[in-house]
């Protein structure tokens, strides 16, 4: 199945380079090959469930080894 997820890793920064949580878990997406958009508030990605799921545990455990304190995570199922 189609999935689409938002996170957003905390503590908010604001202006000026995002910080290594933010970082870092923008590369375990990349690395992956997902579609994502990285912004100031979160980051989006989507793909099929057998690799998206994998990465969002990656994505967790990233952005908590990289100084997160929040990581506030959605997904959708968007296959009709």
Do not use: K, N, Y
Not at 21 to 32: C, S
Request: hydrophobic share 40%; net charge negative.
């Amino acid at each position: 199945m189609r999935l689409a997820a938002e996170f957003t890793t905390e503590p908010f920064v604001g202006e000026g380079t995002p910080p290594p949580h933010a970082t870092e878990t923008l590369r375990i997406v990349e690395t992956a090959g997902l579609t994502c958009v990285f912004g100031p508030l979160g980051t989006s990605i989507a793909g099929e469930d057998d690799e998206l799921l994998p990465v969002l545990g990656r994505v967790l455990a990233t952005a908590l080894a990289h100084g997160a304190t929040r990581v506030s995570l959605q997904v959708e199922r968007v296959d009709g």
